[in-house]
């Protein structure tokens, strides 16, 4: 079983819709974990950063973490064809400063 | 600040060839890492140097090596290139602090014939 696993897309929805991204962790180690945005032919870049407990909101973007279940969510209000990119979830080995990432979801907002 | 920057953004090598791609950075990061990323496999760690003066392997060292030039500078080398090497590679870097977060730079696709 991988570390961290997410589907990989695409998933297509239509503007303005209320988008949900997940990604389930395996290492009950990890502390924190990242979620990173995507575009075509460019580096990530970091979106949000949660602690393994709660949400954490940031505009139109909610992260969320449900520890019992090892299950990570990002949530995105209102989406725009601006979101379309694929999204990354990480989380780091504990005491190391490796990442461990998911493969990536690709999302599609369709005006 | 142009954060992390990775030379070339293209290269097509032949089976055999050798070659480096250059990275750095300007945030004083002490941190810095090489990934590759394929399609359906993500990113994955090829080395990383946690501080100036120190690599380590990642995830997928084999054919693959570097140097930490200074703290600025990480590069990849690529002795004798291979098909499966045909990738795009990142590299990133980070502050040692406890949210550990990783800045990439644009990648460099690299195609081996």
């Known amino acids: 079983q991988k570390e961290v696993e997410q589907d990989p897309g695409p998933l297509s929805v239509p503007e303005g819709a209320i988008v949900s991204l997940n990604c389930t962790y395996s290492?009950?180690?990890?502390?924190?974990f990242m979620w990173y945005r995507q575009y075509s032919r460019k580096g990530p870049e970091l979106l949000m950063y949660t602690y393994s407990s709660g949400n954490k909101e940031d505009g139109r973007f909610t992260a969320q973490v449900d520890k019992s279940s090892k299950y990570i969510s990002l949530f995105i209000r209102d989406s725009q064809p601006s979101d379309s990119a694929t999204y990354l979830c990480?989380?780091?080995?504990?005491?190391?400063?490796?990442?461990?990432f998911g493969t990536g979801t690709r999302l599609k907002v369709l005006a | 600040n142009a954060g992390v920057t990775q030379t070339p953004k293209f290269q097509v090598l032949k089976t055999g060839q050798s070659m480096t791609l250059q990275c750095a950075q300007d945030?004083?990061?002490?941190?810095m890492y090489w990934y590759r990323q394929d399609p359906g496999m993500g990113l994955r760690l090829i080395y990383y140097s946690a501080s100036e003066g120190t690599t380590d392997k990642g995830e997928v060292p084999n054919g693959y090596n570097v140097s930490r030039l200074n703290k600025r500078e990480f590069s990849l080398r690529l002795e004798s290139a291979a098909p499966s090497q045909t990738s795009v590679y990142f590299c990133?870097?980070?502050?040692?602090?406890?949210?550990?977060?990783?800045?990439f730079g644009p990648g460099t696709r690299l195609t081996v014939l």
């Open positions: 990133a870097s980070s502050e040692r602090g406890r949210t550990d977060t990783q800045y």
């Open positions: 945030m004083n990061h002490n941190s």
């Open positions: 990480a989380g780091p080995s504990q005491g190391t400063y490796k990442y461990i």
């Open positions: 290492n009950s180690a990890f502390q924190y």
